[in-house]
């Protein structure tokens, strides 16, 4: 544990109790959440039928060969003038440059692959933007690609095998293998299917020096299988969450300022999925779904930063997930029926009583609670 993570988790425990008056949320966050998802192939042909478009077919093949191997601008251009030398029809043309044909993909306007800037909190007279999609424009352009929707699955689906004894045993290799998604088909209607949603959100790095760096979040879904869930083409950037300035690190409540932050920004992000069902039409006709949150990907700060608990090892319950004293922490022979999970049922009550310190959790309200 690094000098810097301790400091951080001492002021958290001194600041829990500051007033939060000089954070100002900003609530101007109005977008209505359409509760219809058409990922038909159809449907594709008629959002860009009113944008700019590509003037032939072998101007988009082009594009999309740049874009699906990142081609350097260099090398497309090398391209360009080998097709440009040496094809035979004269109606397939392709654009002067790499850089002509990026700036007509940029005009093409796909509703569900825009941007937004939202304003979440105003702190030290700075305002904080979320730049963001809805996560149901990620979750459409997952499902638009027929080459991952051929495999979703949005039925439970238990798996077994025969083991040497010539018994069957319970196999678990995808999510909707799971016991998980056994019960959340339980607790809606009959008819419907699960959508089964996984956040990934992790800082990282832009450059070799370290002196840039954003907080990307990703969105895929549990009924991709997982051998084409791992592919590249298989994840959605929903947004990029903001940061407060590192030069603001010396300000007293500076930790209790990222955390509020942080959660107004997943709020939003997340708020769509509370609503309930949502209709899913696709080419084999419309399906009735529940979005479900089932999974958070995150290294440990980020998961301490999910759950509000103290980022220290000195603190006193540093485990995010159960209730485990610093000290019992590393006892092989502890008795596991002392330990207490983290739920959300658990955590508000030490929220609402008074005892978030004893429990090193933050004093604020998780929005997560709400879709446990």
Known sequence: ????????????????????????????????????IDVRS????????????FPNSAYEAFVQLVTKHKLADSVANDIIHLFNNFHMDPTATLPSNAKAARTLLDSIKIPHILY???????YN???????????????????????IFKYCVFDYNPEYITNDK????RCYSELYNSEWWGRTQKSINENAKVLSIIIYSDATTCDMLGKTSEHPVFLTLGNI??????????KALLAYLPK?????????????????????????????IISGGLDLQTDKGIFWCYPFLSI??????????????YNSANCKMPCHICTIPKDELNNPLIDYSTIQIRTPEAMQYVLENGISEEYSLHKIENPFWKLS
């Open 244 to 272: 407060i300035d590192d030069n603001q690190k010396k300000q007293a409540d500076f930790v209790l300022a990222k955390h509020h932050l942080f959660h107004r920004s997943m709020k939003i992000l997340l708020e769509p």
């Open 42 to 53: 159809a449907q594709k042909v008629q959002e860009t039928s009113n944008s700019t478009s």
């Open 116 to 122: 937004k800037k939202t304003i979440v909190m105003e």
């Open 1 to 36: 544990m690094s000098s810097s993570s301790k400091e951080e988790g001492y002021q958290d425990e001194k600041n829990d109790d500051k007033s939060y008056d000089i954070i100002e949320t900003i609530d101007n966050y109005s977008g209505i959440q359409s509760n219809i």
């Open 296 to 309: 958070l990907l995150g290294d440990l700060p980020e998961h301490h930063s999910i759950t509000l608990t």
């Open 225 to 234: 299988p997982s051998w084409r869930r791992n592919k590249p083409d298989a």
């Open 166 to 169: 010539g018994e069957q045993e």
């Open 125 to 147: 007279q700075i305002q904080y933007t979320l730049h963001h999609r809805t996560i149901f424009d990620a979750i459409k352009e997952l499902l638009s690609n027929k080459e």
